[in-house]
C-alpha cells in the first residue's frame, strides 16, 4: 500500500510594522520626483507675454498637478517615518513634519498663481493684464524659494535622525549632509540676484540633497530599516500588543 504525504505549505511570514512604514515611506520619496517634466512644462509662463498670447495650456495644468502630488507625497514620507524617527528625538522629527508642510504650502501657493494665470489667460484677458500675469509669475518664483529652502532642511534634520539611529546607511545622509549647504547658499544667491534660477550652479547645488532623497527612498522600498534599538523596540512593542 503506497501512502502519499502532502506537502505542508510553508507559511510566509507575516510583515513587521518597519517593514511596512519602510515600504510606503519609500514608495513616497520616489513619488516626489515626478514633478521633475515642470521644468519643462513651465517653460513657457517665461514669456513676458504669456498671458496674452496663444498656444496650449495643459502643460501648465499638467505640471500643476504634479506638484500638487508631489506636495501631498512630502507630507506622507514625514508622516509615515514619524512613528519611528520620533524615538531618536522626537523634536527633530516634528520639525522634518514642519518642514515638509511648509514646503507643500509654498507649492500649493505657487501652484495657484500659475492656474490664475491660465485662468486669466483663456478668458481672453487683454494687454492690460499684462502686469497683473508678470506679478503672478513673480509670485510663482518667490513662493518656487520660499520650498527650495525645506528640502535643505529636512536633509539637516532627518540626515541627522537616520545619522545617529543608523536606521539606513550612514553614507545616505552624509550625502545630505553635503548637500544642505549648497543649496541653502545657491537659494540665497539667487534671491539676491547673484545666481539665476535655472542656471547650472542652481542645478549642480541641487543634485546632492535630490542624490539623498532618492537613495533613501530606494533603500527604504527594497530594503526597509536595518536592524537597530529604535526598530527592535517597535517591533516587540508591536508584537505585545498584538
Not at 502643460?59 to 514625514?78: K, Q
Not at 537616520?162 to 545622509?173: C, D, I
Request: with cysteine; net charge positive; glycine share 10%.
Amino acid at each position: 500500500m503506497t501512502t502519499t504525504e502532502h506537502a505542508t505549505p510553508t507559511r510566509r511570514a507575516p510583515m513587521s510594522s518597519t517593514r511596512k512604514t519602510s515600504l510606503v515611506a519609500g514608495a513616497l520619496y520616489l513619488l516626489t520626483f515626478v514633478s521633475i517634466p515642470t521644468l519643462v512644462l513651465y517653460s513657457p509662463v517665461a514669456e513676458p507675454n504669456f498671458i496674452t498670447g496663444s498656444g496650449p495650456d495643459m502643460p501648465i495644468i499638467i505640471g500643476g498637478v504634479l506638484e500638487i502630488i508631489v506636495a501631498l507625497a512630502g507630507i506622507g514620507t514625514a508622516v509615515a517615518l514619524f512613528p519611528v524617527v520620533k524615538r531618536q528625538n522626537e523634536g527633530l522629527a516634528l520639525g522634518v513634519v514642519a518642514a515638509r508642510i511648509f514646503e507643500a504650502a509654498a507649492m500649493f501657493a505657487g501652484v495657484a498663481c500659475l492656474l490664475a494665470l491660465v485662468t486669466l489667460r483663456q478668458a481672453g484677458a487683454g494687454s492690460g493684464s499684462l502686469a497683473t500675469g508678470q506679478a503672478l509669475v513673480a509670485l510663482h518664483h518667490w513662493f518656487f524659494m520660499a520650498q527650495n529652502l525645506m528640502p535643505a532642511a529636512n536633509a539637516l534634520m532627518l540626515g541627522t535622525l537616520m545619522y545617529k539611529s543608523r536606521l539606513v546607511p550612514r553614507a545616505l545622509p552624509v550625502m545630505g549632509f553635503i548637500g544642505a549647504p549648497l543649496l541653502i547658499i545657491s537659494t540665497f544667491a539667487t534671491i539676491f540676484g547673484i545666481n539665476d534660477q535655472i542656471s547650472a550652479f542652481s542645478g549642480l547645488s541641487a543634485l546632492p540633497v535630490a542624490a539623498w532623497e532618492f537613495s533613501l527612498g530606494l533603500w527604504l522600498l527594497v530594503k526597509g530599516f536595518k536592524p537597530s534599538p529604535i526598530t527592535t523596540g517597535m517591533e516587540h512593542r508591536a508584537g505585545t500588543v498584538g
